[in-house]
C-alpha cells in the first residue's frame, strides 16, 4: 500500500522505546521460569475467536508501549526478533500482540512461537547451550487494527501456548515420545548488543 510506513521499535528498559538515532539503549534481560508441566493455557476458543480479552493470563513478561496519543492503525505484517537464552536444551518462544484499554483490558490480535531447535530451519535441528544467547524471529505475525488514542499496543512474551501449540518438555528429546520434562529458565535479552525488536506496518490516515 503506498501510504504504509513501516515502524521500527527496540525492546529496551523502561518497556518499548522508538528507534531514533543516538538513542542511548542499555542491556536488560526478562527472565521466564517455565516449567514443562505447567503450561500456559490457551484461552478457551480462542482457536476459533483470536480477538478476545486475554488480561486475566499473567504468566507472561509484559513489554507495552507508552499511552498512544493519537490514532494508530497498524495493518500488515508484524516482524517480532527476539534476543534468546536458556538452561535448556530446547525451549519454545511466544509473541504475542495486544491491544490494551485505558481499563487494562487486553485485546489479543495476533501470536505465534517458535521452538528453538528450529531457529535455522525446520530441515534440521540446532540445539541450545546454558547460556547462549541467539536471535529467534517468531512468525507469521499479522493484524490489521485501529489502536485508539489512549491505548497501548503490547508485546507479550511466554515460553508455551497450549493446547493452540504443542508442548515442549525442554529436553531436546522428540516431544511425542518424551516423558521427562525439565525445567527451563529462560530470559530475553534486550539493549547493548541485542536488539531485540518488533517492526509494525502503518497506515497514516
Known amino acids: 500500500m503506498p501510504r504504509t510506513i513501516i515502524k521500527l521499535a527496540l525492546l529496551a528498559m523502561p518497556w518499548l522505546l522508538a528507534a531514533t538515532a543516538g538513542a542511548q539503549i542499555h542491556q536488560f534481560s526478562d527472565e521466564l521460569r517455565r ?3 505447567d503450561r500456559e493455557a490457551s484461552i478457551k476458543r ?3 475467536v483470536p ?3 486475554c488480561k486475566r493470563l499473567a504468566t507472561r513478561v509484559y513489554i507495552p508501549r507508552a499511552t498512544l496519543e493519537e490514532d494508530l492503525e497498524v ?3 508484524v516482524e517480532v526478533v527476539l534476543y534468546v537464552s536458556s538452561n535448556a536444551r530446547d525451549t519454545d518462544f511466544t509473541a504475542k500482540l495486544v491491544d490494551v484499554d485505558p ?3 487486553a485485546w489479543n490480535l495476533d501470536v505465534t512461537i517458535q521452538r528453538a531447535r528450529y531457529r535455522e530451519g525446520y530441515d534440521r535441528e540446532v540445539f541450545l547451550e546454558d547460556g547462549q544467547v541467539v536471535e529467534l524471529r517468531l512468525g507469521p505475525v499479522a ?3 485501529g489502536f485508539r488514542a489512549g491505548n497501548r499496543d503490547r508485546l507479550e512474551v511466554s515460553s508455551s501456548n497450549f493446547p493452540r501449540f504443542a508442548r515442549n518438555l525442554n529436553n531436546g528429546e522428540k516431544n511425542s515420545r518424551a516423558t521427562q520434562a525439565v525445567v527451563a529458565i529462560n530470559a530475553a535479552h534486550h539493549g547493548d548488543g541485542y536488539p531485540s525488536r518488533i517492526v ?3 497506515v497514516p490516515r
Open 46 to 48: 480462542m482457536l476459533m
Open 75 to 77: 495493518s500488515g505484517p
Open 103 to 105: 481499563d487494562s483490558t
Open 200 to 202: 509494525l506496518t502503518s
Open 143 to 145: 493484524t490489521s487494527n
Open 35 to 37: 516449567e514443562a508441566l
Open 51 to 53: 480477538m478476545r480479552d
